[in-house]
């Protein structure tokens, strides 16, 4: 691309973002204050809410239950996948099942964990754990499929060690099919965290909106959404600067 | 589906045996895990925990109850009514996105902003738009498919073969036939991608929507029933549930190769 092309496109995008904070301004001073609060408003609330310490508050709590949920479905997930990349037999077994349970929407097992497991933080972190697993599972198992079998023929060939056979082969391997799936689930974690936040005990970012929205807080509401969103946008744009780069020989791989 | 990774050098008669052993280690698994999940909740868990038996024994009277069903009904309906509006609106905005080096520069960060926004986090505010009601739920749907569909549209669009646009243009197609006979076909796998994650993305919307909003649909179902302790039919409404999102998926990948044979899966989906 060009410089002149690249700079009229930063230009198009300022112009378009120029354009819409102006429209959500107008919107929200026009539609009423029970609707959509100003982006000035949202700002100034959001200022508001990190002085008093609020904001951090909420961010560190939910960023804890979103850490060590995500944490785990990526240690469970990828170490499981790996190892039905080496047990065929395990892999057979069990991957229709994989595939089911990543179509399932896990949000509707909320209100069991709920009944079971009551208020505390562990049922919180078992909720962004199931909405993150499968995914990673799910993806690892496809890579894990994908192994051409003489790799590892030619791996035993050669005597290889079964820990050189997984450093070597395996790992590498099915890697970029797992950085995939973490990316893919990033997003539902982040579901799955507000999620847990809002139906299980109320904490976080959830919190904050849960109850702003009982309370009418218009402003506070669009400011936790901005929150969330540039949270979102920050995590997924880290898992996709991941993937690219560790993932940069998958094309080949095939 | 990728090439299985099994040795091609078996004696004839060996496939059929493969294929039973396979089919066996399959129903073996889970059979296991149905036991496992039965032999845990007899020994640990209080009486009203679903457990197989339990769920196989309320199954006919949850299924043939008009309540169930109408819930059914309206949870998938709106999916199905949430995927239907995002898919066309979705379309033409990604492959808008995708051919116009404007549109795209005018609309990427709103685009991939929202998609990147947990679609949770929006339910206070639609529940003050829209009250709670039936359209709470379809806007939840709406908004969790729409962003997925317009991503991998725009990646569809964006991905043409240069000389199938040549083609067009030596025959001097006007610029709407190029949109609808060529780039929206040649876009299709990516868009089909886009569909499976848009319908993942749709069903939980719904789900938590009915949560949050407690409007009768499969997800009010089971917060309903498992709060007066009646696991096992909270249960059959998972499953329900878990049949949708298996049988969309089914459908879509059907579609995908017996339409797109040349499609690779693992081509981008976002």
């Known amino acids: 691309m060009t410089a002149k092309r690249r700079a009229c496109g930063w230009l198009i995008t300022s112009l378009g973002l120029g354009a819409g904070a102006a429209t959500w301004e107008i919107a929200g001073r026009s539609v009423g204050a029970a609707f959509v609060a100003p982006l000035s408003e949202t700002l100034v609330r959001l200022a508001g809410l990190a002085r008093s310490g609020e904001l951090w508050h909420a961010l560190a709590s939910s960023l804890a239950l979103f850490a060590a949920g995500f944490a785990l479905s990526v240690a469970v997930g990828v170490s499981f996948g790996l190892l039905l990349a080496r047990a065929r037999l395990l892999r057979v077994a069990l991957e229709s099942y994989i595939a089911i349970l990543n179509a399932t929407p896990m949000a509707a097992l909320i209100p069991f964990i709920l009944s079971l497991m009551g208020f505390d933080f562990a049922p919180k972190v078992l909720v962004v754990f199931l909405f993150a697993v499968f995914p990673i599972l799910y993806n690892t198992v496809e890579g894990a499929r994908s192994i051409r079998s003489e790799l590892i023929e030619v791996a035993r060939s050669f005597r290889s060690t079964e820990r050189a056979l997984w450093r070597d082969v395996l790992l590498p391997f099915v890697l970029p099919f797992a950085l995939t799936g973490i990316r893919q689930a990033i997003g539902r974690a982040l579901v799955g965290m507000i999620a847990a936040e809002f139906f299980l005990s109320a904490s976080g970012l959830g919190m904050m909106l849960q109850s702003a929205a009982q309370s009418f807080d218009i402003a506070t509401i669009f400011a936790a959404i901005l929150l969330v969103t540039l949270l979102g946008v920050a995590l997924m744009e880290l898992g996709g600067a991941i993937e690219r780069r560790c993932a940069a020989w998958r094309n080949l791989a095939k | ?270």
């Open chain 2, 1 to 270: 589906m990728t090439s299985e990774s099994r040795p091609l050098t078996l004696a004839p008669g060996w496939g059929a045996a493969l294929l039973t052993s396979t089919a066996a280690a399959k129903l073996g698994a889970g059979a296991l895990l149905l036991g496992i999940w039965e032999t845990g909740v007899r020994a640990w868990a209080p009486a009203y925990v679903a457990r197989p038996t339990g769920v196989i024994a309320v199954l006919p009277s949850v299924l043939g109850s008009g309540a169930f069903l109408s819930a059914a009904a309206a949870t998938l309906g709106s999916v199905i009514e949430g995927l239907g509006i995002a898919l066309l609106l979705g379309i033409a905005m990604g492959i808008a996105m995708g051919r116009s080096f404007v549109v795209d520069r005018l609309l990427r960060y709103y685009v991939f902003g929202l998609f990147a926004m947990p679609m949770v986090a929006i339910l206070p505010l639609i529940t003050l738009w829209f009250g709670y009601t039936d359209g709470a739920r379809l806007a939840t749907t709406v908004f969790a498919a729409f962003f997925s569909i317009v991503l991998n549209a725009a990646d569809g669009a964006r991905a043409v073969p240069l000389e199938y646009l040549e083609v067009g243009r030596c025959f001097r197609a006007r610029r709407l036939r190029v949109l609808v006979d060529i780039v929206l076909p040649a876009s299709m796998p990516y868009l089909l991608a886009g569909i499976r994650l848009a319908a993942a993305r749709a069903l939980i919307g719904a789900v938590v929507a009915e949560f949050f909003i407690s409007v009768n649909g499969l997800g009010f179902f089971i917060l309903f029933n498992s709060r007066s302790f009646r696991h096992n039919q909270a249960i059959v409404a998972v499953l329900v549930l878990a049949g949708g999102g298996v049988g969309f998926e089914a459908l879509v990948n059907w579609v995908t190769r017996r339409y797109f044979p040349w499609y690779r899966r693992d081509e981008k989906p976002r």
